[in-house]
Structure formats: C-alpha cells, structure tokens
Antibody, heavy 117, light 113 residues
Framework: QVHLVESGGGVVQPGRSLRLSCAAS????????MHWVRRAPGKGLEWVAA????????YYVDSVKGRFTVSRDNSKNTLYLQMNSLRAEDTAVYYC??????????WGQGTQVTVSS | DIVMTQSPDSLAVSLGERATINCKSN????????????LAWYQRKSGQPPKLLIY???TRESGVPDRFSGSGSGTDFTLTISSLQAEDVAVYYC?????????FGQGTKVEIK
C-alpha cells in the first residue's frame, strides 16, 4: 500500500529557510518521479517542483526558482524540498505526490508551512 | 505556461442529480503521437489531500465510483457526476500534465442544494 508522509512544516519568519521531507513506503521509490504541490489558504492547487527517479533532472515553477531545491535520497526512500528566502506568499499546505504515467496517483496528507513575522 | 480555466467556480446540486464541471485549456493537451489527452481530474475533500479520479481525460482510476466520468479532447473537457451523493461534496480540479509547469484549474466547489 502506497504511503507518503510529509514532515518539516512549521512557522518561519520571512527570509528564513525550512526543509520539508516526504517519507515514502509501499512501493519502489527509486523508480518513480516525485512532485511537490502546494495549496495556499483560500486558493487552489499549485504545482511546485518535480524530480526524476534518479534525481538527474529537476523542474520548478517560476515563483520558486532559485529559492527552492528538490532532492531525494533513494536509499532512505525520502523526498525533500529545501525552501530558502521564504516569503509570505509561500504560506501553504505542501503535498508530495507520486507520478504514475505522467499524472499524480498518490498524495501525502500534507504539511503546513506558515511564513510570518 | 498552459492556463487551465474551470467553470463554474461553484455549483449546488440536489442529491441524485447530475453535476457537470467544465475545464478549458488555452492550448491543446492532446499529444498527437499517442492520441492521448494529458488531462487529469482530482477531488479534494475538506481536510484531505487531493485524490485522483480521472486520467487521460476519461479513464477512471481504480476504485472510483462509476458515477464519475470524464470526457473531452484537445482544449475542452468535462467531469460529470451522474448522480450526486452526499460524499461527493468537495472541490474538484482539472490538471494538465502535457507540459511543465503542470497547471491546475482554479477549482470548482460542489455542494448539496
């Protein structure tokens, strides 16, 4: 059974950093592309980043390029999102999601990130 | 970037009645080499993560009730709930996975009338 559990969220001041983790189980993590998607308060879903199964390619939405870095440790079955220079508009629930045949078939429960002074 | 626009933003439907949600992209998400539409539908209930309902525009995910169906091609798509149940109250999103950045529609909130 596929299981994705995000952690690392919290309250952080603008300009500071936070690292999110997503622990995966129930499938062969190292063979799947993984994504981060967020949902800001009162808003819809926004795709944030993706990383190939072997970590060789990474993609980002323009609003986080240069500030966020997606990575993975296939030996630990864990996906990461390093978020630097955080802004108020980064406040959101962050979900990790598995990709199957290009679409996202399983999602974690999400972790809340609040950027506030 | 491909812009996805859903309509309506919200709708209230009586139990047992049909609910129809539209999704339009500003460029085609039909990949000509395999004739597949790179379009998915997700359901997000309050306090829960999104759940995959439909992929390739019309293929129902395993375990999804058959009252949910997807149709359309190119730039115009529809999600239909044939007979609304109380447990279908949620926000529904379309998403294109034809190109990066992946983009979602703004969401459609479905409520019981």
């Amino acid at each position: 059974q596929v299981h994705l559990v995000e952690s690392g969220g919290g309250v952080v001041q603008p300009g500071r950093s936070l690292r999110l983790s997503c622990a995966a189980s129930g499938f062969t993590f190292s063979t799947y592309v993984m994504h981060w998607v967020r949902r800001a308060p009162g808003k819809g879903l926004e795709w944030v980043a993706a990383i190939w199964a072997d970590g060789s390619n990474k993609y980002y939405v323009d609003s986080v390029k240069g500030r966020f870095t997606v990575s993975r440790d296939n030996s630990k079955n864990t996906l990461y999102l390093q978020m630097n220079s955080l802004r108020a508009e980064d406040t959101a629930v962050y979900y990790c999601a598995r990709e199957r045949d290009s679409y996202n078939d399983h999602w974690g429960q999400g972790t809340q990130v609040t950027v506030s002074s | 970037d491909i812009v996805m626009t859903q309509s309506p933003d919200s709708l209230a439907v009586s139990l047992g009645e049909r609910a129809t949600i539209n999704c339009k992209s500003n460029q085609s998400v039909l990949y000509s080499s395999n004739n597949k539409n790179y379009l998915a539908w997700y359901q997000r209930k309050s306090g829960q993560p999104p759940k995959l309902l439909i992929y390739w525009a019309s293929t129902r995910e395993s375990g999804v009730p058959d009252r949910f169906s997807g149709s359309g091609s190119g730039t115009d798509f529809t999600l239909t709930i044939s007979s609304l149940q109380a447990e279908d109250v949620a926000v529904y999103y379309c998403q294109q996975y034809y190109s990066t950045p992946r983009t979602f529609g703004q969401g459609t909130k479905v409520e019981i009338k």
